[in-house]
């Protein structure tokens, strides 16, 4: 890791780009065409890869977590779908009682690519039998499994979609 480091801090140095360490933000306009390109993709991968993603930003949470939430976890809450999901880093003891209140998931009737509540009606069409098995995840398969079918979507869609020869994907208007 010293020689990346040293590599790196060199071409810092000498102005070769922004390089950055560790995870960096999704910018929202790209999640809204990475989920516009996941259910123009018209498959069952597509289909996967808008829930999970709109049902991960939903929840603010990381995309591991997703995976730990269970049918009868989501439930119809007036205008909304609330979700009691209290998963916390910081506090292991869960003395905070705000942490245990439900999030709340609501429709976005005025922007398609961002609404939840489309995406997860097809995503059920799909998986019907999932209504009936309410103590099972909401993500079919185990949790590296539910990443990686994530992870093979998203690929599938940059490709499909950002050409790296002609505009880089960090250089576009994302």
Known sequence: MDGVKRIANEARAAGEGDIHDGARPLPWPLYLDM??????EGTEMGVYGGFFSSFTVNLACRGDNTKQVCVKHVMPAGDSFMVPFSHEKCNQAGDDMTMRLPRHIYANAMDASADFVSKGFYYFVLHPEL???????????NQDAATQKFNRVVKNVLR?????QNVPLCESKH
């Open 35 to 40: 989920n516009d390109w996941f259910m123009e």
């Open 131 to 141: 209504v009936g098995q309410p103590n099972s995840s909401i993500l079919k398969g």
């Open 160 to 164: 499909a979609n950002v050409d790296p």
